[in-house]
């Protein structure tokens, strides 16, 4: 009987580490709220964003390819990053694509106190103000990971929190993978995850070139089918 006992303990107890996994991890959990996932359903309207920047040279390169196709995007940026980088945040801005915060050192927020979360959104907000001369006004957590005491650090802060309904994963696959991938999950008002960037890493240890390769290809679909790039800010409420 007690081992009957211990093993249903032990099912239960995975059930609910998947479960809490899930709450805190997907980004269709409802768990953490409020937060952005997807835009209005209406119209075929969707916006691009990439996180981990700024990282050289795949963020000048994925600037030059939303230049020739004049596709707004949102970029979401590590504050270490942009200290190494300040010419490329700045570029960001000044070819109109807006920032946001994506934590100083790309900090899994999991197990993380209120003080060491909020000390990494300050941080880099300070650093983004210091170079591009404003503070953003949208966070996304690295891998998507949320933690008590986040939702209400950006309530405090004015910001809102950041997800995505639709991405490349282009941290596993290659070129034509990421853009299936994309595709695949193509609605309207979706958000779409992609990365410039990987990490804090140094450049070295960065290789965004498939996302590069596939960025184009992603475009002219997207737009084939008859879809709209905007601004992730129209996806945020207006108050």
Not at 159 to 166: D, G, Q
Not at 167 to 196: C, F, M, N, R, S
Request: proline letters at 8%; aromatic letters at 10%.
């Amino acid at each position: 009987m007690l081992l009957i006992a211990l093993a249903s303990l032990a099912v239960v107890g995975l059930v609910f580490g998947l479960w809490f996994w899930w709450a805190c991890t997907v980004p269709t959990s409802k768990f953490f709220r409020p937060a952005l996932i997807r835009g209005p359903q209406e119209g075929k309207r969707i916006a691009l964003t990439f996180d981990d920047g700024p990282a050289s040279p795949f963020t000048e390169q994925t600037l030059a390819i939303l230049r020739a196709h004049e596709v707004p995007a949102t970029f979401f940026l590590c504050g270490k990053n942009v200290e190494a980088n300040p010419d490329l945040a700045r570029r960001i801005v000044a070819e109109g694509h807006a920032v946001g915060n994506h934590t100083y050192s790309h900090l899994l927020l999991y197990f993380q106190s209120r003080p060491r979360i909020a000390a990494e959104i300050d941080r880099t907000q300070e650093v983004i103000e210091k170079v591009v001369g404003y503070r953003p006004k949208i966070f996304r957590p690295p891998y998507g990971a949320r933690w008590f005491g986040l939702v209400p650090t950006l309530r405090e802060r004015g910001m809102h929190l950041v997800l995505w309904s639709a991405t490349g994963y282009d941290w596993k696959k290659d070129a034509p993978g990421i853009v299936a991938a994309t595709l695949q999950e193509l609605k309207p008002g979706v958000v779409i995850l992609l990365h410039d960037g990987r990490e804090t890493r140094p450049a070295g240890q960065v290789d965004r070139s498939f996302t590069v390769q596939a960025l184009p290809a992603i475009i002219a679909a997207v737009r084939g089918r008859g879809y709209q790039f905007v601004p992730l800010q129209d996806f945020l409420p207006s108050t």
